[in-house]
């Protein structure tokens, strides 16, 4: 019977029960999501086989959050940090992932999609969506490890990024969400380009559901 339901959701496109259970967070359709776990694979093994790449593809963790600690904890080992005092600073890089070589310090990473808005290389801002679109990717993103560092007020928005487009999750056994992963801040100057009745650009952005995803839907 569990081969059945296997070959019926196959037959459907759709993930097989037993896959799911195992398996990360996905909404993907089952070739979308075999894809996926191909390119996941392909990423750890480039890994092993070529070392550390230059750009992390975070979209292929199963355990993101683990990715970040370890990045954190490698800074405050370099310069003798306490760990509870080191926090990620977030730079957006425009260069081709392709292009960029290792920084000195943090992590380059990229996979990260915008629903809700897009990013504007104009401007060099968090802004609308174009028409028809729906997500959005956004540029490498240069997790850069900062002691004592202090949440930036203006002109960003605190964006939650998660792993899936539920945006819902549960505790795991490890303390984490299995969905959100952390929240990260993007320049945004629209208060500086559009007269919008006073509304921060945090509450402008929160108005339009704006969040960061690994993965989509196809």
């Given at each position: 019977s569990e081969l059945e339901q296997v070959a019926n959701a196959i037959a459907l496109n759709t993930v097989p029960d037993p896959w799911a259970k195992v398996a990360y967070p996905s909404l993907k359709p089952c070739n979308a999501w075999s894809d996926d776990l191909m390119a996941r694979l392909g990423f750890i093994h480039d890994w092993i086989a070529n070392g550390v790449p230059s750009v992390f593809w975070i979209s292929g963790f199963y355990f993101p959050q683990a990715f970040l600690t370890g990045s954190l904890q490698n800074f405050a080992r370099k310069y003798q940090y306490p760990i509870d005092t080191v926090s990620f600073d977030f730079i957006v890089n425009e260069t081709h992932y392709e292009k960029l070589?290792?920084?000195?310090d943090g992590v380059y990473v990229r996979g990260l999609f915008l629903e809700g808005a897009r990013w504007n290389s104009v401007v060099g801002s968090v802004d609308d969506s174009l028409p028809?679109?729906?997500?959005?990717?956004?540029?490498?993103l240069h997790l850069f490890p900062v002691k004592d560092r202090k949440d930036k007020d203006e002109n960003?928005?605190?964006c939650p990024v998660y792993k899936i487009l539920s945006r819902?999750?549960?505790?795991?056994?490890?303390?984490?969400?299995?969905?959100f992963i952390m929240w990260i801040e993007l320049p945004s100057r629209r208060t500086d380009i559009i007269n919008n009745m006073g509304q921060s650009d945090?509450?402008?952005?929160?108005?339009a559901g704006v969040a960061a995803f690994s993965s989509l839907m196809y």
């Open positions: 070589t290792k920084p000195e028809k679109q729906l997500y959005t990717e956004l540029p490498v960003v928005y605190r819902r999750g549960v505790l795991s056994t490890t303390g984490h969400s299995t969905n945090q509450e402008e952005w929160i108005r």
